[in-house]
């Protein structure tokens, strides 16, 4: 069995307060089309109870000519920390037909600058036995970042 550790952190500026990026991921309709949703892969399902000890779920299928094409992934998270236009926390586990390949905690920072906000987003995870590692889920969060812009400037 084979374990790989990773942090990374992935900082983005958003031209809009930070009452608009706090929504993004409090509001489950807004949070399922930045996060979730994806032209590269078919989303299952979606659902998000923003509150302390909430569960955010989602499952979704990737496409052919990726290693775990038509596989069903699982994320399953917890909302630990939550304050208002400033920080979430959250706990997560990702698994493929049902084989847990990471499990990791996110940090979101929202820091309010005049009219812009930057967000943190600090990752440390655990990987599981080859799963798709630090490089490939640091990218992965930078598209996340890209999405998010995406939804702002809409």
Not at 22 to 34: G, I, Q, T, V
Not at 58 to 77: Q, S
Request: charged residues 25%.
């Amino acid at each position: 069995m084979s374990l790989t550790h990773s942090t990374f952190v992935v900082k983005r500026r958003y031209p809009v307060n930070a009452s608009r990026v706090f929504s993004a991921f409090a509001d489950p309709e807004l949070k399922r089309r930045w996060f979730a949703e994806s032209s590269g892969h078919q989303l299952e399902n979606y659902r998000l109870d923003f509150q302390v000890g909430g569960e955010e779920k989602f499952a979704y299928r990737l496409p052919e000519g990726t290693p775990v094409a038509g596989m069903l992934l699982v994320n399953e998270g917890r909302c630990l920390d939550i304050v208002s236009e400033q920080r979430i926390v959250t706990a997560e586990r990702m698994c493929v037909e049902g084989r847990p390949i990471s499990v990791s905690l996110t940090t979101f920072e929202i820091n309010a600058d005049a009219d812009e906000t930057e967000l943190v987003i600090t990752f440390q995870g655990v990987f599981f036995d080859g799963a798709d590692g630090a490089q490939m889920r640091q990218a992965g969060w930078q598209k996340l970042a890209e999405n998010l812009a995406e939804l702002l400037a809409e």
